[in-house]
């Protein structure tokens, strides 16, 4: 059977000097209408979720919190990372969790817990505890406000030589959606106050990213 592609694009060999404004505006078509994972629909960059892939790989995490989980695509993705790696648990949050797909709900790496994350970083700082490594994903509302108000409240969990990765900082720094200023901006302003955290551009070394100045690396 012939795959019937999800948009109607020409061929890449085609369109060779195309302007990269218009790819990332495909790309983000793409991953809107039908990018799935295990067939959980998924709002993620593949080239991203790569890059996760090799920090998983190299922090080991104890612990990865994800805030913002929408049909819960990503999450059942990194629990299958932490699965290959044989160690680690997740902790998913989001404001509704009521469309999380039950293929990631009842993975047993995933404790879910719904609210406002902001309201709920004294319980996730808890159900940590001890544990470490602990890397922390940031793609909840993606207003510079929220947005900056998770970093504060979430920094002091991140460890030392592991990541705090603000996604969709490509708002208007990319591509023409989302709120502006939005994540980008956020960034902007929580690292001119919270020296311990250093933006490392060497993950973006695909030369196309979702989160462009958005992998924070701890080094404080």
Not at 29 to 56: M, N, S
Request: hydrophobic share 40%; with cysteine; aromatic share 8%.
């Amino acid at each position: 059977m012939t795959p019937t592609p999800p948009l109607s694009w020409p061929p890449m060999e085609e369109r060779l000097e195309e302007p990269l404004r218009r790819v990332l505006e495909r790309m983000q078509a793409r991953i809107l209408v039908g990018t799935t994972y295990f067939g959980v629909h998924t709002f993620k960059c593949p080239l991203d979720f790569w890059v996760y892939q090799e920090l998983l790989y190299e922090i080991q995490p104890e612990v990865v919190v994800e805030i913002g989980n929408y049909r819960g695509g990503s999450t059942l993705a990194l629990a299958h990372v932490l699965d290959a790696l044989g160690k680690g648990r997740i902790l998913a949050i989001d404001i509704d969790q009521r469309k999380i797909d039950p293929r990631a709900r009842r993975h047993p790496r995933i404790a879910w817990i719904q609210g406002d994350a902001k309201r709920l970083a004294g319980e996730v700082a808890a159900r940590i505890g001890a544990s470490g490594p602990v890397l922390l994903i940031e793609d909840s509302d993606h207003t510079r406000e929220n947005t900056l108000g998770v970093l504060r409240a979430y920094a002091d969990l991140v460890s030392p030589g592991s990541y705090l990765i603000v996604e969709d900082t490509n708002c208007h720094h990319g591509i023409a959606d989302g709120p502006f200023p939005g994540p980008y901006e956020a960034v902007a302003d929580f690292l001119a106050e919270d020296r311990r955290f250093v933006a490392d551009r060497s993950r973006e070394s695909f030369g196309i990213t979702w989160n462009p100045r958005g992998y924070l690396l701890r080094v404080g």
